[in-house]
């Protein structure tokens, strides 16, 4: 099973971008799918998680209220809506998933898709 991320570029300050994550085998089990950013020199950072079965979702205090989380089902696909982008948020996403958990560690999950790279400039 692989994860295909997509949906990256450049946009101005207030603005937005969606991303978008796709799991390859559509009968692939899946408990929680979420996103990470990884910004230049740093480590990467939980953004929002979202919960396959119980369909609750999580998100880093810094996103909320900026940042939507959405899924569809049939193309098991997880989408990150992100609406006044701030340069802050400049990075490199990533989406994972996993089969037993959500948490907010990246070493847990145990898929991944490529990375997206969002900049946002002022």
């Known amino acids: 099973v692989q994860l295909q991320a997509s949906g990256g570029g450049l946009v101005q300050a207030g603005g937005a971008l969606r991303l978008s994550c796709a799991a390859s085998e559509r009968t692939f089990t899946i408990y929680a799918m979420g996103w990470f950013r990884q910004a230049p020199g740093t480590g990467r950072e939980f953004v929002g998680a979202h919960n396959w079965i119980t369909g609750n979702t999580y998100y880093t205090d810094s996103v909320k209220g900026r940042f939507t989380i959405s899924r569809d089902n049939a193309k098991k696909t997880l989408y990150l809506q992100m609406n006044s982008l701030k340069p802050e948020d400049t990075a490199v996403y990533y989406c994972?998933?996993?089969?037993?958990?959500?948490?907010?560690?990246?070493?847990?999950?145990?898929?991944w898709g490529q990375g997206t790279l969002v900049t946002v400039s002022s």
């Open positions: 994972a998933a996993d089969q037993r958990w959500l948490t907010t560690h990246p070493s847990d999950y145990e898929l």
